[in-house]
């Protein structure tokens, strides 16, 4: 068995491609009727195409799922979101007790979005601030020898 991708329900396919190319990055791979492909793993379906298949009404916003990024450039990324107005945020940035900051918005459809920094760059920082491997490891929860790959 293999995941091949996260597909999610969108109520408006233009608005749900603009989302996820203008905020966070992704590329249309393929664009079929009803059904849209996304870098990175992700599709989007549309509520009309998906009520067909599961034959069932379709339910937005719940809070027990996310489609979590990483993010070499947190800080730059932060600035490009602070000037869009269309985002409508779950929480500010927050420092999770790994030491990885994140933050986590809506997408459209109400769908969780949580951008983290890549932890090798979180690991990279702790190192910068002199912290030991051993130290590293421990604030963030990881083997030393996960500390010495993501140094490299």
């Not at 849209?36 to 799922?65: C, H, I, M, P, R």
């Not at 602070?82 to 030491?99: D, L, R, T």
């Not at 979005?113 to 920082?125: L, Y």
């Amino acid at each position: 068995m293999k995941m091949k991708t996260c597909m999610l329900v969108v109520k408006n396919m233009e608005k749900a491609k603009a989302f996820y190319t203008k905020v966070i990055g992704l590329r249309v791979l393929a664009d079929l009727d009803g059904h849209v492909v996304l870098s990175g793993g992700l599709a989007l379906q549309t509520e009309e195409s998906w009520k067909g298949f599961v034959q069932q009404e379709v339910t937005y916003q719940g809070n027990d799922t996310e489609i979590y990024f990483e993010e070499d450039q947190f800080d730059k990324y932060l600035e490009k979101l602070h000037g869009m107005k269309e985002i409508h945020y779950v929480h500010p940035v927050m420092e999770c007790e790994w030491g990885q900051r994140v933050i986590r918005f809506f997408d459209p459809d109400g769908h969780i979005i949580e951008v983290g920094e890549n932890m090798k760059v979180v690991c990279q920082r702790f190192v910068a601030m002199g912290l030991s491997d051993e130290e590293v490891a421990e604030r963030m929860c990881i083997p030393v020898r996960a500390v010495k790959n993501y140094k490299r």
